[in-house]
């Protein structure tokens, strides 16, 4: 039987018993999850029986937390994609040049939830497989959120369908990005053991290990959600230490599924200035509340329009910078910034948006983090049930919801490219038939 709060020194023997069809009752985990320690002396790869994942058609507040992703969500690791992207932000941050995409590689093709990275020696090594043979991936790199999602079904019954055994967070090869379940693996074979990956076997056909480079990555990405979680949560720090134990596992819990306020930082002197989440609302006697979300190191900010300081606040006036400012002209397409100052009143950061100051339906883009970004409507008509944003033509999924098409009227997406894009949002209604577009033009910084 197992205790109401069960403590295992030993996962393997927690597989087995569930592999032999052990008590586990499902209710019986606390609400922050179920606990174990570490296992440093099992270097042994856990080999997962991982499926086809759902199509994520749900919508999920973003301030849900993983636990509760994992345990009422859909059965798809996309539901906690928003705060996977700021964790390979956060990956590149402490070690940049360690990630690939791979959803732009001629000859691969992705399932819709298979998280678009590899280790970068791993992607080459798929580019050059793929240039001979196309490849049809199910699965590549998990983070460490990914992962503890998917153990949270299997240690709770959940998604039977997707997962029949899988490792717990730190201990699965695919957290090194370095693997690959692959659709087609017959026909592939022969291009991709000549380009670095090796077979597992008939235990598990699908699945590739990249086996010419690399690094070992867990305790990295075990190690960016702690620098991520700091960042975000000064009075509850966790040791940066890389190892996955009860401290870390209760954060991960209680994260927010899309991604934290404060995103991923190289810090400055690194990556440059810290990413300000830049956020407004417009009142009933069209005021605008301004509010901001910053790396504690940022003492005050000013809100600038079109170049002109229009206000500002102090971290001493609350923690989120509050302000707010009536604008005499209605204009659209403005561009809005925060600039954050540290206490000796040097720059430190700053965020940037696209603010429709108009009485109707108005586009917005909000920086949230650090080449993290939000496209939505503000004041959208009744009748607009869904949305879909393009930038130069290319379709944002929305990290929020998993999906294209978004009926929360905004899609969060990360840019791998900052710069300068055209956006064209388009509105659906009810039934699906297309409502109408509105198009800006907006610099990605
Ligand atoms: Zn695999």
Known sequence: M?????SWTYTWA????????GCVADDSLPPDGPAWDDQPGVDEPVHEEIGEEEEVTALFAPSQSVWVAATTGPCSTAVVAGLAEQLIDEVECVRPGTMARIDATPGVSLSASTFPYLQGPAADGLRRAAATRAVTINSGLRTVVQQYVLYTWY????CTSVVTLA???????HEAGLAVDVANYDAAYTALTSHGFRWLGNGDPVHYDYVAGGVDLRSLSVQAFQRLWNRNH?????AEDGAWGPSTEAAVAQAPSAGF??????GAGVGGEVAIEVYWSRGADGRYALRALADPRVARVEYRVDGYVIGGASRADGDNFPDDYGFTVEAAERHFEVVGFDADDQRVGHGVGLLDVTAGTGVYIKQMGRRLYEIGLERAPAGVAAIEVRADGYLLTDAVAGTTRSARGAVRSTFNQLGSRQFTITTFAADGAVRGTLRRTFTLE
Do not use: F
Request: hydrophobic residues 45%; glycine residues 12%.
């Open 167 to 173: 490792a717990a967070p730190g201990r699965s090869n």
């Open 2 to 6: 197992i205790d109401r709060e069960p």
């Open 14 to 21: 927690w597989l087995v018993l569930v592999a032999a069809g």
């Open 261 to 266: 306020a404060a995103g991923a930082s190289c």
């Open 155 to 158: 240690v709770r019954g959940r």
């Open 234 to 238: 000064p009075e509850a720090p966790l």
